[in-house]
């Protein structure tokens, strides 16, 4: 009944099973593929597919990394491809700017889109394909985010963060050679993404035992299982080493299957989510920089998991909840910010958003919690003075 958890990454691929939660599970995604030399299989995908014209789509750090490979096996292959290179001074943005610039380039003979680069290629991607029903095939160039495998889209839209539904990609291919070769940071991020999924799994849990709210033991497994692998090979990933890169690759599509098995973001985001997107709004509402969002997810992880400290959940409910100290020295072994001083949040933010972060979607997490208790706004107090000084 719970077989998904004896499969590979790659047998979960359009798979269908019954599970103990009650429900029938689905997963719409027709291959994935990762691990070292798969990028290939590209070719496989546009075989099954046959499509008159391919769009590619990359920018210029990923078209380096891996798109003008992909452009090349294409084209010697037979296929047309019209190569879309979106050219950004810094981070490329997932706005109007990115995805018309994407669209006036699709055709009536373009039958399949493949992206190449990671969260916001993918998501541009993404979004086009549920709009105009053509499928799409990520091609990831970082693990630093677990979107790969979600249907939304999270778009700057007239300045501001917004989610869209999207739809699966019809293939993920996952190159660990290509993967390893990211920005440290991305993987810093990636790492950070994976971690917040223990103290997510906490608020899942919480909620489930004090309003019932439907919960799925084999999602949380999968979740918990890659989540652990990883943090057993931090070494691995300090080094970039393959595999190493491969397990937090995994474990990030994982995220995104657990969402799609049940129904929502449940599995892997919480209260560190939270923090994270109030810190993004506040700085795109200024016109800031703001830190990757895997990063920001991070030390939001840390505040999470010192409220659940605080608040004597484990004790309290039986809950297993992440201790604070464990998660910072994670995020230290891997050389990613632990703190939010350090992550480049103000000191008025950070306090303001303790508070105010439980507003950003109706879902119940530890925040609430707190609130509830008639203890946020002195934890809010306390983690301030932590972490900024008095």
């Keep these: 009944m719970n077989e998904i958890l004896t499969k590979t990454i790659e047998e979960m691929a359009d798979m269908e099973f019954d599970c103990g939660c009650g429900k029938k599970h689905r997963i719409d995604i027709k291959h994935i ?55 950004s001074d810094g981070d490329l943005i997932p706005d109007e700017k990115a995805i018309g610039r994407v669209l006036v380039e699709v055709n009536n003979e373009t039958e399949l889109i493949v992206a190449v680069g990671s969260g916001s290629i993918n998501d541009i991607c993404r979004i086009i394909s549920a709009k105009i029903h053509i499928p799409y095939v990520i091609m990831g160039t970082a693990p630093s985010m677990d979107g790969y495998a979600s249907t939304v889209s999270p778009l700057i839209i007239d300045g501001a963060k917004v989610t869209y539904p999207g739809t699966n990609p019809y ?60 943090f057993e090979n931090i070494e691995g990933a300090v080094k970039r080493d393959v595999k190493a890169i491969e397990y937090i690759s995994e474990a990030l599509i994982l995220s995104g299957i657990a969402m799609t098995l049940s129904g929502n973001s449940r599995p892997a985001s919480g209260a560190e989510h939270h923090l994270s997107h109030y810190w993004e709004i506040d700085k795109l509402s ?39 100290e464990i998660i910072i020295n994670l995020l230290n072994s891997i050389g990613a910010k632990s703190n939010p001083k350090a992550l ?7 306090h303001r958003s303790v508070i105010h972060a439980l507003e950003i979607r109706p879902r119940y997490t530890i925040l609430q919690y707190a609130k509830t208790e008639n203890m946020l706004e002195e934890y809010a107090n306390e983690l301030t003075n932590l972490f900024y000084g008095e």
């Excluded at 489930?208 to 084999?218: A, S, V």
Aim: charged share 25%; hydrophobic share 40%.
């Design 344 to 350: 480049g949040i103000e000191k008025e933010l950070f």
């Design 171 to 230: 293939a993920i291919i996952a190159d660990s050679n290509i993967m390893k070769d990211a920005p440290f940071e991305m993987i810093c991020a990636g790492f950070g993404d994976i971690l917040g999924k223990y103290t997510a799994l906490s608020d899942w849990r919480l909620s489930n035992t004090i309003y019932n709210e439907y919960f799925c033991d084999t999602t949380e497994k999968l979740v918990r299982n890659a989540m652990y692998k990883c």
């Design 286 to 324: 200024r016109k800031l920089e703001h830190p990757l969002h895997g990063n920001s997810v991070g030390v939001g992880t840390v505040i999470s998991a010192w409220l659940y400290k605080k608040l004597n959940i484990e004790e309290r409910f039986g809950i297993e909840t992440p201790v604070p």
């Design 33 to 87: 593929y990762v691990g070292e030399n798969v990028y290939n299989r590209i070719l496989d995908v546009a075989k099954e597919i046959l499509p008159k014209e391919i769009l590619l789509v990359s920018d210029n750090n990923t078209y380096k990394a891996l798109g003008k490979c992909v452009e090349n096996e294409l084209t010697e292959s037979g296929y047309k491809v019209n190569n879309i290179i979106l050219v």
